[in-house]
């Protein structure tokens, strides 16, 4: 019997991607489990009450969105991921990995972390975000800082 069933890699596209990857797709297949990957683009706010005024050129968002896209494809397809699970989400990387997961029957959620600490740790990260939000189980995988 499988533990798993539907596992979901968390992809920021960072240089560490390939060790959660790795990981993630080892446990799909000592599970025989669905392999599945988020990409969640952050909204880039436009102006910030805080701050003065900014402008903001729409066009290099959709460069960034774009191009986050392209990097989703590239990734899922390295871990031959079909396209109908491969999530590109706009907002909160941590609520939209838990939604994703909870409306796709996903029972592990394989993440990176970098165990941060004092204020990397006060301020929360999307690792722990989703941790704490998740229904399923959530493995974070230990990044090593540079």
């Known amino acids: 019997m499988s533990l798993y069933t539907h596992i979901l890699i968390a992809a920021d596209f960072s240089d560490h991607g390939h ?14 489990a669905k392999l599945s990957v988020i990409h969640v683009f952050e909204n880039i706010p436009i102006a910030e009450p805080l701050y ?29 991921v079909p396209e109908e699970r491969q999530w590109f989400e706009l907002g909160s990387p941590k609520l939209e990995i838990v939604r ?8 592990l959620i394989v993440v990176g972390s970098h165990g941060r600490h004092g204020l990397g740790l006060l301020l ?5 975000g ?17």
Do not use: W, Y
């Open 100 to 107: 994703v997961a909870e409306e796709n029957q996903v029972d």
């Open 52 to 80: 003065a005024p900014m402008t903001f050129d729409a066009d290099i968002a959709e460069e960034l969105m774009k191009n986050a896209q392209i990097g989703l494809r590239k990734f899922a397809d390295d871990l031959s």
């Open 124 to 128: 929360g990260s999307t690792a722990n």
């Open 19 to 32: 060790e959660v990857s790795h990981v993630a797709k080892q446990l799909a297949e000592q599970n025989q």
């Open 130 to 146: 989703v941790l704490h939000h998740a229904k399923c189980d959530v493995l974070a995988v230990r990044l090593k800082d540079d």
